[in-house]
């Protein structure tokens, strides 16, 4: 059984910051690429930054220069730090791994259940 977890999430004014944070848990062998994903109400779920085990990273234009991917792959962490954010960032946030349960297991993509990021203007 594998878990992901955001936490972070919540209201913050325009221009402000938050940091949200993604712990996967359970019967992990490796983890691949890690994202952040977001989803504003009555949109498609869109790639916000991804960032490789290597630490390579890339981001949607929208968010580049104010948002920065990272993780720890020794507690197998990812995070977001979002900052100068704007009303338009509003969404719910989710993160995703690609990764195997065990040595010979198939990649799989694993989901968190999402956090709530909301910029009042």
């Known amino acids: 059984q594998v878990q992901l977890v955001e936490s972070g999430g919540g209201l913050v004014q325009f221009g402000g910051s938050l940091r949200l944070s993604c712990a996967a848990s359970g019967s992990i062998f490796s983890i691949y690429n890690m994202d952040w994903y977001r989803q504003a109400p009555g949109k498609q779920r869109d790639l916000v930054a991804t960032?490789?085990?290597?630490?390579?990273?890339n981001y949607v234009d929208s968010v580049k220069g104010r948002f920065t991917i990272s993780r720890d792959n020794v507690n197998n962490t990812l995070y977001l730090q979002m900052n100068s954010l704007k009303p338009e960032d509003t969404a719910v946030y989710y993160c995703?791994?690609?990764?195997?349960?065990?040595?010979?297991?198939?990649?799989?993509?694993?989901w968190g259940q999402g956090t709530q990021v909301t910029v009042s203007s």
């Open positions: 995703a791994a690609v990764l195997q349960r065990w040595r010979g297991d198939y990649t799989g993509k694993y």
């Open positions: 960032i490789s085990s290597g630490g390579s990273s």
